[in-house]
T-cell receptor
Framework: DAMVIQNPRYQVTQFGKPVTLSCSQT?????MYWYQQKSSQAPKLLFH???????NEADTPDNFQSRRPNTSFCFLDIRSPGLGDAAMYLC??????????????FGPGTRLTVT | AQKVTQAQTEISVVEKEDVTLDCVYE???????LFWYKQPPSGELVFLIR????DEQNEISGRYSWNFQKSTSSFNFTITASQVVDSAVYFC????????????WGAGTKLIIKP
């Protein structure tokens, strides 16, 4: 089945120790998104890739970076995690941009704990 | 400014009862899109429905139905004969025509179905 896969499902890192979360998709979608979701809150968009074009949200901290080496894979790098970065990180894809026509499909998320 | 309000933070019902989740939105655009997503305890956001602003027909899908009323800026979601598996957080979201990737999310409603 075509899907969005995130690894690992649970990640524990130490304060200040860089961590990378990964996302892969078999849907062959052009757009990949990274969201941060804290407990009892709605998802917050960090950035997205339209093909190879990176689009950062204005309020995304510099501590968060992303890479998309090919259509199928996208990575979220947190350079120096703080306690406030503990959250669920959701990857999503859509065939194209244009929300009226193309809904987003989400992966299961990676729950990040910072100790 | 665009906004989505889900006034019900948490709803608890007994299995087999009908339940309605409210969603009220604000937008200045005449063309916009409304969405419902389900987030079960496993964490993955599941797309349920998309509706555009020009289509006010109600939609039914099995036990799920949606009532879109532009006059009251509401897009409510009803589950008929609820089941324990319906327990989840449900998010309503809005996208405007000129925003080709952004979703404006409601705060979510946590639905608990008791056996």
């Amino acid at each position: 089945d075509a899907m969005v896969i995130q690894n690992p499902r649970y990640q524990v890192t130490q304060f200040g120790k860089p961590v990378t979360l990964s996302c892969s998709q078999t849907l062959n979608h052009n757009v990949m998104y990274w969201y941060q979701q804290k407990s009892s809150q709605a998802p917050k968009l960090l950035f997205h890739y339209y093909d190879k074009d990176f689009n950062n949200e204005a309020d995304t901290p510099d501590n968060f970076q992303s890479r998309r080496p090919n259509t199928s894979f996208c990575f979220l790098d947190i350079r120096s995690p703080g306690l406030g970065d503990a959250a669920m990180y959701l990857c999503a894809t859509s065939r194209e941009r244009g929300m009226g026509l193309y809904e987003q499909y989400f992966g299961p998320g990676t729950r990040l704990t910072v100790t | 400014a665009q906004k989505v309000t889900q006034a019900q933070t948490e709803i608890s019902v007994v299995e087999k009862e009908d339940v309605t989740l409210d969603c009220v939105y604000e937008t200045r655009d005449t063309t916009y899109y409304l969405f419902w997503y389900k987030q079960p305890p496993s964490g993955e956001l599941v797309f349920l429905i998309r509706r555009n602003s020009f289509d006010e027909q109600n939609e039914i899908s099995g036990r799920y139905s949606w009532n879109f009323q532009k006059s009251t800026s509401s897009f409510n979601f009803t589950i008929t004969a609820s089941q324990v598996v319906d327990s989840a957080v449900y998010f309503c979201a809005l996208s405007e025509a000129d925003s080709n990737y952004q979703l404006i999310w409601g705060a979510g409603t946590k639905l608990i179905i008791k056996p």
